[in-house]
């Protein structure tokens, strides 16, 4: 599969994987200077690139693992969702979990996307539901094993 992108700024970096296998694509962070988060902060990073995630597919947009244990910085929605119909810049809500001020620098790789089909469905509103053997029994009803 072929997706578009636009650069924003002729020195954005475009995604790229970690290994022919990882699912995720590294999103980097496009300032110009290092950005410090202080501890428990949000601050909004852009990337300089928009998509054109085709119809029938989104971005999620995850944290990176390496960033997440050792800056313990993370997307501050846990997980973001580009529609296949916006154009915007890609950017990226990072917050930081620590009790210590932690420092983006340019080009730094802030979150993944992964691109992901989804479901085109519609509600039907009904009176009742079918039954199941759980039915209503919610967190924990099956169990810590």
């Known amino acids: 599969m072929?997706?578009?992108?636009?650069?924003?700024?002729?020195?954005a970096v475009i995604p790229t994987r970690g290994?022919?296998?990882?699912?995720?694509?590294?999103?980097?962070?496009?300032?110009?200077n290092e950005i410090i988060i202080?501890?428990?902060?949000?601050?909004?990073?852009?990337t300089g690139i928009s998509l054109?995630?085709?119809?029938?597919?989104?971005?999620?947009?995850?944290?990176?693992?390496?960033?997440?244990?050792?800056?313990?910085l993370r997307p501050?929605?846990?997980?973001?969702?580009?529609?296949?119909?916006?154009r915007g810049e890609i950017?990226?809500?990072?917050?930081?979990?620590?009790?210590?001020?932690?420092?983006i620098d340019k080009n730094e790789r802030v979150a993944q996307i992964v691109i992901m089909p989804y479901l085109n469905i519609e509600f039907n509103e009904v009176d009742e539901l079918s039954k199941t053997s759980r039915d209503q029994s919610g967190f924990g009803s099956t169990g810590l094993k």
């Not at 202080?38 to 852009?46: D, L, W």
């Not at 054109?52 to 313990?72: H, Q, V, W």
């Not at 501050?76 to 916006?86: E, L, P, Q, T």
């Open 2 to 11: 072929k997706i578009n992108i636009k650069k924003l700024y002729a020195d």
């Open 19 to 32: 290994s022919i296998e990882a699912a995720g694509y590294d999103l980097y962070a496009y300032i110009d």
């Open 38 to 46: 202080k501890s428990h902060e949000t601050i909004m990073i852009g």
């Open 52 to 72: 054109e995630i085709p119809d029938g597919y989104f971005g999620a947009i995850y944290a990176r693992s390496g960033l997440a244990s050792k800056k313990n």
């Open 76 to 86: 501050a929605n846990c997980v973001g969702v580009i529609d296949s119909d916006y």
């Open 91 to 103: 950017k990226i809500p990072l917050f930081n979990d620590s009790n210590e001020d932690q420092t």
